[in-house]
């Protein structure tokens, strides 16, 4: 069992930055592939990013790569988000996720979730 907390949502203005923290409880956190992914109102749950287990593999989708950056410190049992040059269309709310295997992108391969942290880009 695996409990997720995420902070350092808010508002920011186009091209701006953030960084987002995911706090995990559990002895075994260091076993689980972590992702986030985000959701807009009105649109699906999409993939954003995610981290292997150990930290040496990272997977990012096409239209964050280069400007988000996934990590994670398994001794903090945290995983981290750094957003760069932030655009209205990351407008979302950004969850955290955690799976056991391999990687995924696919929001329903992934076994605990979460409650979600806010992040407003203004144009």
């Known amino acids: 069992q695996v409990q997720l907390v995420e902070s350092g949502g808010g508002l920011v203005q186009a091209g701006g930055s953030l960084r987002l923290s995911c706090a995990a409880s559990?002895?075994?956190?260091?076993?689980?592939?972590m992702g986030w992914f985000r959701q807009a109102p009105g649109k699906e749950r999409e993939f954003v990013a995610a981290?292997?287990?150990?930290?040496?593999?990272?997977y990012y989708a096409d239209s964050v790569k280069g400007r988000f950056t996934i990590s994670r410190d398994n001794a903090k049992n945290t995983v981290y988000l750094q957003m760069n040059s932030l655009k209205p269309e990351d407008t979302a709310v950004y969850y955290c996720?955690?799976?056991?295997?391999?990687?995924?992108?696919?929001?329903?391969?992934?076994?605990?979730w979460g409650q979600g942290t806010q992040v407003t880009v203004s144009s």
């Open positions: 559990g002895r075994t956190f260091s076993s689980y592939v």
């Open positions: 996720a955690a799976k056991m295997g391999s990687y995924g992108r696919m929001w329903h391969a992934y076994d605990y």
């Open positions: 981290i292997s287990w150990s930290g040496g593999n990272t």
